[in-house]
């Protein structure tokens, strides 16, 4: 059964972290931050179009097995330009099949001029990269040109400030042993599953932590949910949904592949991405999920959603 889930604009929302590098928090397909919404590009058939280019010089897919397991056969290693590509299918089966949003481009943030630096999500691919994003479009430029000191939250060249990712995840968890073939295998799940999660902060999604109904374990350090602010719109504050790209960790998220809610997106973040960018083809504001809902409670919810217009995401 899909619950629609809650839809928040966050005006303001900050933290640091121990570099003391500022983050706009990250954010998640039913907590939306509309004031760094990507704009429609009018003369591309009413798509969202985002230039992405890669910190490739800095990027690295290179990473083995440590400790006891460096003695055990291993797979040769992937190429970065292997994980890209899963990385472009990934996002073109998660966030551009359910909204207007295309990512374009992708060319070497080496080979671009400044100002189509300046215009572009940069992102940066690493086993040592901090997995993290900043919020829409203050996420574009984030990294300059990526050969910063990565320690130095001042330098505007800092790889780490990009929509960052780690291609084989946390402790080269996507590194497993396969005894079929006795040695580890690459497995691209997590270069997977974390784009969509990263790059769903990049066009401004929050994470679902901030739902007033999250539960009591779920203590997410510096992000939380002041329930005086009138900045929050809701579309359904009765639900939390444990199963989003958007939330991850135990006592968050009911995980699902490597780390996160679900592998890709959840049918509320389908949701949340056709609100936010709906599709040229839809009406109202309303994309395709809303054919897609079953139950009473969920189309009620997007009737509700239908008679406002979406006045809060215009």
């Avoid at 591309?44 to 083995?64: A, F």
């Avoid at 990512?103 to 671009?112: I, R």
């Avoid at 309303?286 to 189309?299: C, L, Q, V, W």
Wanted: glycine residues 6%; hydrophobic residues 30%.
């Amino acid at each position: 059964m899909f619950s629609s889930k809650l839809l928040l604009l966050i005006a303001t929302a900050v933290h640091f972290d121990s570099w003391g590098i500022i983050h706009i928090p990250t954010v998640d397909a039913s907590i939306f931050v509309d004031r760094w919404k990507w704009p429609k590009n009018n003369d591309e058939g009413g798509y969202t179009n985002i230039p992405v280019c890669i910190h490739y010089e800095q990027s690295s897919s290179t990473e083995n097995k440590s400790g006891f397991y460096a003695w055990f056969p291993i797979q040769s290693n992937p190429s970065l330009d292997c994980v890209i590509e899963r990385v472009q299918a990934a996002l073109s089966n998660s966030w551009e099949k359910h909204s207007a949003v295309r990512f374009v481009n992708w060319k070497k943030c080496e080979d671009l001029t400044q100002q189509e630096r300046d215009a572009s999500i940069h992102l940066y691919i690493n086993p040592d990269a901090p997995n993290n994003s900043f919020i829409g479009i203050l996420s574009k430029g984030k990294g300059g040109d990526g050969t910063g000191d990565k320690q130095n939250g001042d330098d505007i060249n800092n790889p780490f400030k990009a929509t960052s990712l780690k291609p084989w995840g946390n402790n080269s968890q996507c590194i497993k042993w396969s005894w079929f073939a006795f040695s580890f295998r690459y497995h691209y799940d997590c270069a997977e599953q974390y784009a969509i999660h990263e790059f769903g902060h990049a066009i401004g999604f929050h994470h679902e932590w901030l739902h007033p109904l999250k539960p009591k374990d779920c203590q997410p350090d510096g992000e939380t949910y002041d329930p005086n602010d009138s900045s929050y719109t809701f579309a359904d504050p009765t639900y939390y949904d444990q199963d989003s790209i958007m939330v991850y960790n135990a006592q968050c998220a009911d995980v699902t592949g490597e780390r996160f809610g679900s592998k890709n997106l959840s049918p509320t973040d389908i949701l949340g991405a056709s609100l936010a960018y709906p599709p040229p083809e839809a009406e109202n504001g309303i994309g395709e999920a809303a054919n897609k809902i079953d139950g009473t409670k969920e189309n009620e919810s997007y009737r509700s959603l239908r008679s406002r217009k979406l006045s809060t995401l215009k």
